[in-house]
């Protein structure tokens, strides 16, 4: 068969059937009276077993070794081209998103994609002085796309780079949302817990109703934090989260400050009390637990919280007593009859 036959018949071009015979991959069997290479049944196998090769992505040094060397085995190679195509995948996912990331912030011109570009690659720099200006410089007139800031956040390790960057998102309004809730059901902690952060300080009703799911969280850390943010937004959904942070002594002074912010509306402030004296009662409560149930109360108006406080005067644990009348003390005139 000629070599414009085989062309045809293999998908090879004739220049690159030259190459191979340059090289000595598939040297032609004969030629014609006319000179011109004749390739045999065996030549055109060989061809096909090429082409397959280089299908995987050998070069054609490594073909040829695959094909004339007896002792050559292919797992060492066949894990290396793994190895290559992951790699090469990642960088097109790299690339394929940066470049999604700058279309979603729908540039004017390439002014706009060149500080763009350079924002995102400051994100990702290794000093964290640079990431934190970064997210700074986020909200200008090209700001960072809100996918690539809840990206660093999530993965945020230096505190003031990851306070930066959820003010970055919290000026974004309710777009990172979304992708924040994905972040509460990582299967890592750490992530979860900067999900639940970044949540917390986007004061919208959207994000309030994340919290308020995140209330139900598998993840304590995750509770407690929706817990502090609900308080300090009025939700009476966070008190049993809040009271328990202070039996548990879990930043219990946060969680006692954010019950005496519920406890501003009166409608909320004897049951608030109603629920820290109960736990107080509760016999399974630990002995360290009451003064900071006590001590709880002290910022809880009403007549609840007062007659707690007058009967825990005289406990018999002697430092809940003296928390008691301390409190008393200084509620002074506002002790309600």
């Given amino acids: 068969m000629l070599i414009g036959d085989v062309a045809r018949q293999s998908g090879v071009s004739a220049r690159m059937l030259r190459h191979y015979d340059s090289l000595g991959l598939v040297r032609p069997t004969g030629r014609s009276r006319a000179g011109y290479r004749e390739y045999s049944s065996e030549d055109i196998r060989r061809i096909f077993h090429i082409e397959s090769l280089r299908s995987l992505g050998l070069s054609l040094r490594d073909v040829r070794r695959a094909l004339d060397d007896p002792d050559f085995t292919p797992s060492e190679l066949v894990d290396d081209l793994i190895r290559q195509t992951r790699e090469r995948i990642a960088a097109e996912t790299e690339l394929l998103t940066r470049l999604r990331r700058i279309g ?9 994609v060149l500080q763009i570009v350079a924002l995102l690659q400051a994100l990702g720099a290794k000093s964290a002085g640079k ?7 986020s909200v200008d007139e090209v700001p960072v796309p809100v996918e690539a800031l809840v990206e660093a956040a999530l993965s945020e390790t230096d505190p003031n780079v990851a306070g930066a960057l959820r003010w970055a998102l919290a000026q974004s309004g309710d777009d ?5 809730a994905k972040g509460l059901g990582s299967p890592a902690a750490e992530v979860r817990k900067r ?15 994340l919290l308020q799911d995140a209330l139900t969280n ?17 939700v009476a959904d966070a008190v049993p989260t809040l009271i328990d942070m202070v039996v548990e002594g879990t930043n ?3 969680a006692a400050d954010a019950l005496s912010e519920l406890a501003s509306c009166s409608a ?5 009390a109603t629920r820290l004296v109960d736990r107080l009662a509760h016999g399974t409560v630990e002995s360290s637990a009451r003064p900071r149930l006590t001590q709880a109360l002290a910022d809880i108006p009403g007549t609840t919280a007062s007659q707690a406080l007058a009967d825990l005067s005289h406990d018999e644990d002697r430092a809940v007593a003296l928390t008691a009348a301390y409190i008393l003390g200084i509620r002074g005139n506002t002790l309600e009859p």
């Fill in 104 to 112: 979603a912030a729908e540039p004017a011109g390439w002014e706009d």
């Fill in 176 to 180: 990172g949302l979304a992708l924040l």
């Fill in 268 to 272: 909320l402030a004897d049951q608030i």
């Fill in 218 to 234: 598998p993840d304590i850390v995750v509770r407690r934090y929706a817990a502090l943010a609900l308080g300090a937004r009025g």
């Fill in 131 to 137: 990431r934190q200006r970064a997210a700074l410089s």
């Fill in 195 to 209: 999900a639940v952060q970044s949540i917390a300080e986007i004061p919208s009703g959207e994000a309030t109703a």
């Fill in 252 to 254: 219990d002074v946060d």
